[in-house]
């Protein structure tokens, strides 16, 4: 049985990491479609990765700076095995919602660290712009969660995946939390109009500005996990999981989907803004939602 | 590691490197108004794999956009070197070749080469987005045989262009 | 013999205060060693009484009401808090405070705190427990004035406010007394069982008002920015990490000891989740929370920004004890050890930056990493740990307080709380960033680590957090049977965690543990494997081909947070702090209007009572009748 875990353990990432290497796939193909040209090559990011990772003169600044990309994908690593796939529980037993969203802190902590370690102002204004998004769209998120839970009667993420087994999807019985919960995950991603944290433009995109070769390389695998973590949580949470990976697959490509075609045609919030964004629309929308559920 | 997958580690190497170029949005003179429409849609350069992108830390190419006074090729040094190797350089337009219009000024570095090592050259003034995407394509063509060692020649022959440097900045 | 030794456990300290402050007139490292030993006495002595039940000492009749000390698993997590944290403070105030003057009487009053506040979580009466609060009071009032100008109004500000609070307790104690002609715990418990609704909110609000003020709860809280950030630097610590607690100690004993959950669900009976009073209480606490973690992130001083902090934090104990229900109070005493071993690291770190610096002024700060890699680790254990972050132990506590508020269905003040922990990244990073990372400024060139006695603190504190983290189950045993003594079902729970601990959901945090450190060690195999890097100063970095010199500040250290400022400062026109004010202010003019009839003129008052006197005369004279 030590054989079968130990195959669980070193596929359950790499599946993750593929899911999310092929969306990105996907997004440069489509997002490029949507501008009327070709794109690139399809397997684009996974080249980009392979030559970030042999950059030969790397360069670093102190330990720090080296701990950030690594600390951060070992915790999108440790996050992927609290999310519920398609017939798996995984280990949801040991760490329910609400550890899950402190779990999946400790990757943006660490790059926060490694970037501010980076001694540049560009990435130290890109880390306070994220952590001023962070606390903007973790107040409809919060909520959010909340609904469901109660809705729901349990926190164990695999409890609320099967109670929607079967076609009643939160989505449809809770539409304001759903519609909430998308504009949440829009900036928990970093996509326009939320993206004020890895502008290229203004701040030299952000924490990453001084990152090169394989720090990079490690951040944009870590990318690719978090692609698959956001958008994994929230089909397992309002579209009810599925019962084998292509049905999950095709859910998360659907809302992919939606959410690119909103990134490339809007342009981008100022920081401020986007947090009063956040406390006022989705907010309204998803406390709405929960005085629903209260009073039922 | 025998020599025999160390050559066949770097074919591949060099085959996958060519694909993902990236390039500094660095634009130094008036050559970089050819770049906005080699990025966009209609002479879409991404197809290549090469994207822009800001700082030298994540970059590979660096495009040397048109005339070069000394002011500048103190900023173009600091930024080739803080580059990550492998890395590569374009003289682009005319003016890193000779001078271009500028081949009787007093503040105009009149040949690149001595400053730092140049990989490919593309003539022109300004060259037209289709010359550009020549370019990138015989770049790639000089990385997969491996022909494109700029940065090494740098490191080898660091002495000549730092004494270079030194005599035209001060 | 257990009953007798309760005395000794409580005169260690005070003797050892005596002592220290007399044998520093003959050597300072008399002075030190006899402080040190005594406060590791102190914490040595706690250990015979580890799982006691309960444990009495009579020491004295006042006002025909007995003085008794008692001990139960309740005082004994306060107080192990309490002699841990004294203990650390101790030591690291040897190195800390060489230059001070007056040093026999600090440490003499440092013990002395000690020994107040000790007495304070032994205490079994009223009397016992107001008489060491008071002394906790001014003993700790002392110590803050010992930094200078600005400490002594921080002071000035901090002993008013203590004492308007132990007013209203003194009221509170005296409205009892009538009742029940006896302070002793039980007795009042009793009495107050009996009496009438109003009795009981009247004397609730009075004492709890005396607490609240010492807890630092919103809008009481307004002494605690200033005390604890213009304090010396080993006394912050003391103040942040111990004294507050004792304001929680208090509410848990008046809610749960004095009276009880029922007693208060009677009273004023609603359709809410938890009693009336409890109710009012959580909210104020959920409030301080969220509006103290939003001042924190706009400071710019570090230790005012770890002051707020902990009104912060003190919010989220005094939030998990009012719950009533037994994974919340579980929680409410979880975060009180947690955060006393937490902030007092952060606060023994950045006393460290500020030994070898002499600043605290996070703007002027920067790349202390390099120079002070011991505090540096310890500062970032304690962020991690105070930002509640897994696998440490603030985790687990927040943890506790969030479920049990979902079981009580009270979702906005769950929704409070959250944002609170979420804003807690922001200052927490900020603290990190502008001290220990970035660039560093030439005049710091010279700074090393800071000497062994002072790193002991740290390293005990940093070891602390991580294995409470990882084995709740070891604080747990405590808190669940102080729990249990005071007739509230325990929590089930193991060494790695919850198994089923709410009828919500589940935690074990060894597993997240150890799949971090199995990702963490896969992720750095694979690192290593990749080319090697170079290693660069930290001013060769991009500034778009710029070059940068310790001349050019580039970094971004002012205002770190301006755009989220812009977003809340609407908010902060109101302070309570500025209503305080007022208040004084108006006394003054009110003071001035009576100066015109309190002179302090001898002929005045000579002819006042002149005038009186003849007044009175001629009363008597027309027979008393003045129609």
């Given at each position: 049985?030590?054989?079968?875990?130990?195959?669980?353990?070193?596929?359950?990432?790499?599946?993750?990491?593929?899911?999310?290497?092929?969306?990105?796939?996907?997004?440069?193909?489509?997002?490029?479609?949507?501008?009327?040209?070709?794109?690139?090559?399809?397997?684009?990011?996974?080249?980009?990765?392979?030559?970030?990772?042999?950059?030969?003169?790397?360069?670093?600044?102190?330990?720090?700076?080296?701990?950030?990309?690594?600390?951060?994908?070992?915790?999108?690593?440790?996050?992927?095995?609290?999310?519920?796939?398609?017939?798996?529980?995984?280990?949801?037993?040991?760490?329910?919602?609400?550890?899950?969203?402190?779990?999946?802190?400790?990757?943006?902590?660490?790059?926060?660290?490694?970037?501010?370690?980076?001694?540049?102002?560009?990435?130290?204004?890109?880390?306070?712009?994220?952590?001023?998004?962070?606390?903007?769209?973790?107040?409809?998120?919060?909520?959010?969660?909340?609904?469901?839970?109660?809705?729901?009667?349990?926190?164990?993420?695999?409890?609320?995946?099967?109670?929607?087994?079967?076609?009643?999807?939160?989505?449809?019985?809770?539409?304001?939390?759903?519609?909430?919960?998308?504009?949440?995950?829009?900036?928990?991603?970093?996509?326009?109009?939320?993206?004020?944290?890895?502008?290229?433009?203004?701040?030299?995109?952000?924490?990453?500005?001084?990152?090169?070769?394989k720090h990079l390389g490690l951040l944009m695998i870590n990318h690719a996990f978090h692609i698959y973590i956001e958008l994994a949580l929230f089909v397992d949470l309002f579209m009810g999981g599925a019962s084998n990976i292509f049905y999950f697959y095709a859910k998360m490509f659907v809302i992919f989907v939606l959410i690119i075609f909103f990134d490339e045609v809007l342009p981008r919030f100022r920081i401020d803004d986007a947090v009063r964004f956040y406390w006022r629309w989705p907010t309204i929308l998803a406390l709405i939602g929960l005085i629903i559920v209260l009073v039922k | 590691m025998d020599k025999m997958t160390e050559e066949q580690y770097r074919a591949i190497s060099n085959m996958l490197r060519k694909r993902s170029l990236w390039m500094l949005h660095y634009c130094t003179g008036?050559?970089?108004?050819?770049?906005?429409?080699?990025?966009?849609?209609?002479?879409?350069?991404?197809r290549f794999g090469i994207v822009p992108y800001v700082t030298p830390r994540q970059a590979d190419i660096l495009l040397v956009t048109g005339y070069v006074n000394t002011k500048t090729l103190r900023r173009i040094v600091t930024v080739y070197e803080q580059m990550l190797d492998p890395k590569y350089v374009i003289g682009?337009?005319?003016?890193p070749i000779n001078g271009g219009v500028y081949w009787d000024s007093y503040s105009v570095i009149k040949q690149l080469d001595k400053y730092i090592p140049v990989d490919l050259y593309i003539a022109g003034c300004m060259p037209r987005p289709e010359a550009i995407i020549t370019a990138f394509r015989h770049l790639m063509d000089l990385v997969d045989k491996g022909k494109a060692d700029g940065y090494r020649r740098y490191k080898e022959n660091l002495d000549y262009y730092k004494k270079n440097q030194r005599k035209v900045l001060g | 013999m257990m009953n007798?030794?309760?005395?000794?456990?409580?005169?260690?300290?005070?003797?050892?205060?005596?002592?220290?402050?007399?044998?520093?007139?003959?050597?300072?490292?008399?002075?030190?060693?006899?402080?040190i030993l005594f406060s590791v006495l102190t914490f040595c002595e706690l250990f015979f009484y580890y799982g006691t039940e309960s444990a009495n000492l009579t020491w004295g009749k006042l006002f025909g009401s007995l003085l008794v000390l008692r001990i139960n698993n309740l005082s004994w997590l306060f107080a192990f808090i309490v002699t841990g944290i004294s203990m650390l403070v101790v030591i690291f105030s040897v190195n800390d405070m060489e230059e001070h003057k007056g040093l026999d009487f600090y440490y003499m009053e440092l013990l002395f705190v000690e020994g107040a506040m000790l007495g304070i979580v032994l205490a079994g009466d009223l009397i016992t427990f107001f008489m060491f609060w008071e002394m906790m009071s001014w003993t700790s009032y002392i110590l803050v004035i010992q930094n200078g100008e600005m400490s002594m109004k921080a002071g000035y500000k901090y002993i008013i406010m203590s004492i308007i609070g132990a007013y209203a307790m003194l009221a509170s104690l005296g409205m009892v007394f009538g009742k029940a002609h006896s302070l002793v715990f039980s007795n009042v418990a009793n009495a107050l069982a009996k009496s009438s609704p109003g009795f009981v909110i009247g004397f609730f609000v009075l004492f709890g008002a005396g607490l609240l003020v010492k807890a630092a709860i919103m809008p009481l809280h307004t002494w605690l920015p200033d005390a604890h950030s213009e304090a010396p630097s080993p006394v912050s610590p003391l103040l942040s990490g111990v004294l507050i607690k004792m304001g929680a100690y208090g509410l848990f004993v008046l809610f749960y000891g004095l009276l009880s959950v029922q007693l208060l669900g009677n009273l004023i009976p609603t359709i809410l989740p938890v009693p009336l009073l409890l109710y009012i209480v959580q909210w104020l606490a959920a409030i301080s929370i969220v509006l103290a973690t939003f001042l924190a992130i706009m400071q710019e001083d570090a230790k005012r920004l770890l002051a707020y902090?902990?009104?912060?934090?003190?919010?989220?104990?005094?939030?998990?004890?009012?719950?009533?229900?037994?994974?919340?109070?579980?929680?409410?005493?979880?975060?009180?050890?947690?955060?006393?071993?937490?902030?007092?690291?952060?606060?023994?770190?950045?006393?460290?930056?500020?030994?070898?610096?002499?600043?605290?002024?996070?703007s002027e700060l920067g790349g202390l990493i390099k120079k002070m890699p011991i505090t540096f680790t310890g500062a970032l254990i304690g962020i991690v740990a105070l930002a509640g972050v897994p696998?440490?132990?603030?985790?687990?506590?927040?943890?506790?307080?969030?479920?049990?508020?979902?079981?009580?269905?009270?979702?906005?003040?769950?929704?409070?709380?959250?944002?609170?922990?979420?804003?807690?990244?922001?200052?927490?990073?900020?603290?990190?960033?502008?001290?220990?990372?970035?660039?560093?400024?030439?005049?710091?060139?010279?700074?090393?680590?800071?000497?062994?006695?002072?790193?002991?603190?740290?390293?005990?504190?940093?070891?602390?957090?991580?294995?409470?983290?990882?084995?709740?189950?070891?604080?747990?045993?405590?808190?669940?049977?102080?729990?249990?003594?005071?007739?509230?079902?325990?929590?089930?729970?193991?060494?790695?965690?919850?198994?089923?601990g709410s009828a919500m959901g589940a935690l074990k945090v060894i597993n997240i543990s150890s799949v971090l450190v199995t990702a963490l060690i896969v992720v750095l195999v694979l690192?290593?494997?990749?080319?090697?890097?170079?290693?660069?100063?930290?001013?060769?970095?991009?500034?778009?081909?710029?070059?940068?010199?310790?001349?050019?500040?580039?970094?971004?250290?002012?205002?770190?947070?301006?755009?989220?400022?812009?977003?809340?400062?609407?908010?902060?026109?109101?302070?309570?702090?500025?209503?305080?004010?007022?208040?004084?202010?108006?006394?003054?003019?009110?003071?001035?209007?009576?100066?015109?009839?309190?002179?302090?003129?001898?002929e005045t008052y000579g002819s006042y009572i002149v005038v009186l006197l003849t007044i009175v005369a001629f009363v008597i004279l027309i027979g008393g009748r003045l129609w």
């Amino acid at each position: 049985m030590v054989g079968k875990e130990i195959l669980i353990a070193i596929g359950i990432p790499l599946l993750a990491f593929s899911i999310g290497i092929s969306l990105m796939m996907f997004r440069r193909k489509i997002a490029a479609r949507i501008q009327r040209r070709y794109g690139p090559n399809f397997i684009q990011p996974l080249i980009d990765i392979f030559k970030l990772l042999a950059k030969k003169g790397n360069i670093t600044h102190g330990i720090m700076y080296d701990l950030g990309p690594i600390i951060a994908l070992a915790a999108s690593i440790t996050v992927v095995f609290f999310i519920p796939m398609p017939g798996m529980k995984l280990m949801t037993g040991s760490a329910d919602v609400i550890a899950l969203l402190y779990i999946m802190v400790i990757g943006s902590l660490a790059t926060a660290l490694g970037a501010g370690e980076s001694a540049n102002p560009n990435s130290s204004i890109g880390v306070a712009r994220a952590l001023t998004l962070m606390l903007g769209y973790d107040l409809p998120f919060v909520i959010v969660i909340i609904t469901l839970v109660l809705k729901y009667h349990t926190t164990n993420l695999y409890a609320i995946m099967q109670a929607q087994a079967g076609g009643s999807w939160a989505m449809w019985v809770l539409p304001l939390s759903a519609i909430a919960g998308i504009i949440v995950t829009y900036g928990a991603l970093g996509e326009h109009p939320f993206d004020a944290a890895v502008a290229p433009n203004e701040v030299a995109t952000g924490p990453m500005a001084e990152y090169g070769g394989k720090h990079l390389g490690l951040l944009m695998i870590n990318h690719a996990f978090h692609i698959y973590i956001e958008l994994a949580l929230f089909v397992d949470l309002f579209m009810g999981g599925a019962s084998n990976i292509f049905y999950f697959y095709a859910k998360m490509f659907v809302i992919f989907v939606l959410i690119i075609f909103f990134d490339e045609v809007l342009p981008r919030f100022r920081i401020d803004d986007a947090v009063r964004f956040y406390w006022r629309w989705p907010t309204i929308l998803a406390l709405i939602g929960l005085i629903i559920v209260l009073v039922k | 590691m025998d020599k025999m997958t160390e050559e066949q580690y770097r074919a591949i190497s060099n085959m996958l490197r060519k694909r993902s170029l990236w390039m500094l949005h660095y634009c130094t003179g008036c050559g970089a108004m050819e770049l906005p429409p080699t990025m966009t849609s209609r002479y879409d350069m991404e197809r290549f794999g090469i994207v822009p992108y800001v700082t030298p830390r994540q970059a590979d190419i660096l495009l040397v956009t048109g005339y070069v006074n000394t002011k500048t090729l103190r900023r173009i040094v600091t930024v080739y070197e803080q580059m990550l190797d492998p890395k590569y350089v374009i003289g682009f337009g005319s003016c890193p070749i000779n001078g271009g219009v500028y081949w009787d000024s007093y503040s105009v570095i009149k040949q690149l080469d001595k400053y730092i090592p140049v990989d490919l050259y593309i003539a022109g003034c300004m060259p037209r987005p289709e010359a550009i995407i020549t370019a990138f394509r015989h770049l790639m063509d000089l990385v997969d045989k491996g022909k494109a060692d700029g940065y090494r020649r740098y490191k080898e022959n660091l002495d000549y262009y730092k004494k270079n440097q030194r005599k035209v900045l001060g | 013999m257990m009953n007798m030794s309760l005395g000794i456990l409580l005169a260690t300290p005070f003797i050892g205060g005596i002592l220290a402050y007399l044998g520093g007139k003959i050597h300072r490292w008399v002075r030190y060693t006899l402080a040190i030993l005594f406060s590791v006495l102190t914490f040595c002595e706690l250990f015979f009484y580890y799982g006691t039940e309960s444990a009495n000492l009579t020491w004295g009749k006042l006002f025909g009401s007995l003085l008794v000390l008692r001990i139960n698993n309740l005082s004994w997590l306060f107080a192990f808090i309490v002699t841990g944290i004294s203990m650390l403070v101790v030591i690291f105030s040897v190195n800390d405070m060489e230059e001070h003057k007056g040093l026999d009487f600090y440490y003499m009053e440092l013990l002395f705190v000690e020994g107040a506040m000790l007495g304070i979580v032994l205490a079994g009466d009223l009397i016992t427990f107001f008489m060491f609060w008071e002394m906790m009071s001014w003993t700790s009032y002392i110590l803050v004035i010992q930094n200078g100008e600005m400490s002594m109004k921080a002071g000035y500000k901090y002993i008013i406010m203590s004492i308007i609070g132990a007013y209203a307790m003194l009221a509170s104690l005296g409205m009892v007394f009538g009742k029940a002609h006896s302070l002793v715990f039980s007795n009042v418990a009793n009495a107050l069982a009996k009496s009438s609704p109003g009795f009981v909110i009247g004397f609730f609000v009075l004492f709890g008002a005396g607490l609240l003020v010492k807890a630092a709860i919103m809008p009481l809280h307004t002494w605690l920015p200033d005390a604890h950030s213009e304090a010396p630097s080993p006394v912050s610590p003391l103040l942040s990490g111990v004294l507050i607690k004792m304001g929680a100690y208090g509410l848990f004993v008046l809610f749960y000891g004095l009276l009880s959950v029922q007693l208060l669900g009677n009273l004023i009976p609603t359709i809410l989740p938890v009693p009336l009073l409890l109710y009012i209480v959580q909210w104020l606490a959920a409030i301080s929370i969220v509006l103290a973690t939003f001042l924190a992130i706009m400071q710019e001083d570090a230790k005012r920004l770890l002051a707020y902090s902990s009104i912060s934090q003190i919010g989220y104990v005094v939030l998990g004890i009012a719950t009533g229900s037994s994974l919340g109070i579980a929680g409410g005493l979880f975060h009180a050890l947690n955060h006393a071993i937490f902030k007092s690291l952060l606060f023994f770190a950045i006393g460290a930056v500020i030994y070898r610096t002499g600043t605290r002024n996070m703007s002027e700060l920067g790349g202390l990493i390099k120079k002070m890699p011991i505090t540096f680790t310890g500062a970032l254990i304690g962020i991690v740990a105070l930002a509640g972050v897994p696998p440490l132990n603030g985790f687990v506590s927040k943890w506790m307080i969030y479920e049990a508020l979902l079981q009580k269905k009270e979702v906005f003040l769950l929704i409070f709380a959250f944002v609170g922990s979420t804003g807690a990244f922001l200052y927490l990073y900020r603290f990190i960033h502008s001290v220990f990372l970035g660039q560093l400024p030439e005049k710091y060139e010279n700074v090393r680590e800071v000497p062994f006695l002072m790193q002991i603190p740290i390293w005990i504190l940093s070891i602390l957090a991580v294995l409470f983290g990882v084995f709740p189950g070891i604080p747990m045993k405590v808190i669940s049977k102080a729990e249990a003594f005071f007739g509230i079902t325990p929590v089930k729970y193991n060494l790695y965690g919850f198994p089923q601990g709410s009828a919500m959901g589940a935690l074990k945090v060894i597993n997240i543990s150890s799949v971090l450190v199995t990702a963490l060690i896969v992720v750095l195999v694979l690192f290593y494997t990749l080319p090697k890097s170079k290693k660069l100063s930290q001013y060769d970095t991009y500034a778009a081909g710029q070059i940068v010199t310790p001349e050019t500040k580039y970094n971004y250290s002012y205002g770190f947070y301006m755009s989220f400022g812009r977003v809340v400062n609407p908010v902060f026109k109101w302070s309570a702090d500025k209503i305080y004010n007022a208040w004084a202010r108006a006394l003054k003019v009110f003071g001035d209007y009576m100066r015109r009839v309190y002179t302090g003129n001898l002929e005045t008052y000579g002819s006042y009572i002149v005038v009186l006197l003849t007044i009175v005369a001629f009363v008597i004279l027309i027979g008393g009748r003045l129609w």
